[in-house]
């Protein structure tokens, strides 16, 4: 069932769209609950691949002195128009139309140093989700300003009631059930804008990570975006540090942009070695701006290897389990 392109949620009651979407979340989530081993599958249930983000020095070092990344092959390039979260195709186009107004919300403010304008596709219309954040991408050559405003999307769609109590009442007593929890609503949230993507146990992880992961077999946005700055400073950078400042909880997210496949690890910040891998991956073959985003989000006067102590900052944010206060992180910043 799809959504009429003449029907604009935007002009419907924004607070009633929000109730509807958090109570199908709640009915779904109260559902799960209900099972014993919601949070604790079988191991024949359980996703039996694990993805391994420690790679050797010699093959990261192939990777950055490659001049371009060619991507998964497009001949095998999946019909995301047929893959649905748990929820049906209904609540994806729910979901994805509220996106596309907070997106649109942020990026056209009056006050905005530089003005954009909303694409003309249905609300309903993945492209024009991808046209708005490649338009954002491109006017903005501060790598800082793009990461903050993406994450200020991610926080208006969360009512303040869920914001302003989950890192007390969740993230920091029961940091590993929130860790499987959000990793639960990132699938049952989150499939249409990332593709088919499984529940699994998060690597690298002290206590084993059980559920605590989310893989996603070939990311729709990195996919029909084509470029790696913006996977980086549009979703990647932007959602560590929502959940890290606003949920309380950290997170890192790895991208291998050969296969478009993203791993989700939920209580674990990444490490240096994995931020400055993220930073300096080459472009993709396919990007339709060939390398020139890259070049423009270098910007001018900032200083070099800032992302370096941001991401020190981001630790002793998450050591100190108390309310997360604003930080910047300028994690890709040179």
């Not at 010699?58 to 390039?77: F, R």
């Not at 499939?191 to 059980?210: I, S, Y």
């Amino acid at each position: 069932m799809r959504m009429r392109p003449g029907v604009d949620i935007r002009k419907r009651n924004p607070s009633f769209m929000r109730t509807v979407v958090v109570l199908a979340l709640i009915i779904s989530a109260a559902s799960l609950f209900s099972s014993v081993d919601a949070f604790a599958p079988s191991h024949q249930a359980r996703s039996k691949r694990r993805w391994s983000i420690t790679r050797s020095s010699a093959s990261t070092s192939a990777l950055s002195s490659k001049a371009t990344v060619e991507g998964p092959p497009i001949e095998t390039k999946p019909d995301y128009s047929s893959i649905h979260g748990p929820l049906g195709p209904l609540v994806d186009d729910i979901l994805m139309s509220l996106f596309r107004v907070k997106l649109s919300e942020r990026l056209t403010r009056s006050s905005n140093k530089i003005q954009l304008v909303d694409s003309k596709l249905a609300l309903n219309d993945f492209n024009g989700i991808v046209e708005i954040a490649s338009l954002m991408n491109s006017q903005y050559n501060n790598r800082t300003e793009v990461q903050e405003m993406a994450r200020e999307v991610l926080v208006s769609l969360f009512p303040s009631f869920i914001l302003d109590r989950y890192p007390s009442w969740f993230a920091s007593p029961f940091p590993d059930f929130s860790a499987r929890m959000c990793a639960w609503a990132t699938v049952v949230g989150g499939t249409w804008l990332m593709g088919e993507c499984t529940q699994n146990d998060a690597p690298e992880m002290e206590n084993g990570g059980e559920n605590q992961g989310v893989l996603v077999k070939r990311c729709r946005f990195l996919e029909e975006s084509q470029c790696a700055s913006i996977c980086v400073n549009s979703c990647k950078i932007p959602t560590q540090n929502f959940f890290v400042q606003n949920m309380g909880l950290a997170l890192t997210m790895t991208p291998d942009y050969e296969t478009g496949e993203c791993q989700f690890s939920y209580g674990r910040l990444p490490t240096e070695e994995e931020e400055r891998e993220a930073r300096e991956t080459p472009c993709l073959m396919r990007c339709s701006s060939s390398g020139v985003m890259r070049s423009w989000h270098d910007g001018k006067g900032s200083r070099k290897e800032q992302w370096l102590e941001d991401l020190d900052e981001l630790a002793k944010i998450t050591e100190r389990k108390a309310p997360i206060a604003a930080s910047k992180c300028l994690l890709m910043e040179d």
